[in-house]
Structure formats: C-alpha cells, structure tokens
Nanobody, 118 residues
Framework: QVQLVESGGGLVQPGGSLSLSCVAATGSLSLYQMSWYRQCPGKQRDLVAMITSGGTATYDDSVKGRFTIARDNAKNTVRLQMNSLRPEDTAVYYC????????????WGQGTQVTVSS
C-alpha cells in the first residue's frame, strides 16, 4: 500500500476553481490507477475521475468538461483541477490508488473538504 496525502480543498464561490493534490508519502504511484472520489454527508462515495497508469483519463458525466485529472509520476502526484464549480460539487474529496492486483489492497487518502457556496 501507499500512503496518500491530499491537499487543496477549501471554500470557493460558484463558478470558481480549485486544484486538489494527492501525494504519495510512501511508495511510488507510477504503477497505480489513480482516482478521485467524493462523498456528501449521508451518501455513498462516488467516482469523479480516474487516470490509468498509462495516462488515460475518464470522468463522471457530472464533471466532464469542468474537471481535469492529471498525474506526474516523477513527483508522485495526482491532481484534480476543478473549474466552473457548482454548489452540488460540495463534498469531501478522496484520493484512491489501486494497483489492480488482489495481492495489494487499494489505498485511500484522508479526504479534503470542498465547499462551493456564495
């Protein structure tokens, strides 16, 4: 497992932007499929964006065209650039790393709060 540390959350007005970062405090992320999930109080944790070890990105329909996931393996970092934020984007955002092997369970970060409000 890798130890993941997220940063970059905060309060932003609707239409604004935030950039979340996820850094591996231990281990290398280069072989991991990396994802960002989000969770609202009382609701399940939902996938927002995912990027494969090869760099292919996919997005939930609700964030397509607004969010961009990118990885920098040299810096052991995955970022989520969030533009045109809406109140419904308010949630705790979690970084997730999965090497897609039954021998190695996936890892989660501690979460970072994103609040979109005027």
């Amino acid at each position: 497992q890798v130890q993941l540390v997220e940063s970059g959350g905060g309060l932003v007005q609707p239409g604004g932007s935030l950039s979340l970062s996820c850094v591996a405090a231990t281990g290398s992320l280069s072989l991991y499929q990396m994802s960002w999930y989000r969770q609202c109080p009382g609701k399940q944790r939902d996938l927002v964006a995912m990027i494969t070890s090869g760099g292919t990105a996919t997005y939930d329909d609700s964030v397509k065209g607004r969010f961009t996931i990118a990885r920098d393996n040299a810096k052991n970092t995955v970022r989520l650039q969030m533009n045109s934020l809406r109140p419904e984007d308010t949630a705790v955002y979690y970084c997730h790393a999965d090497v897609l092997s039954p021998l190695f369970p996936p890892s989660w970060g501690q979460g970072t709060q994103v609040t979109v409000s005027s």
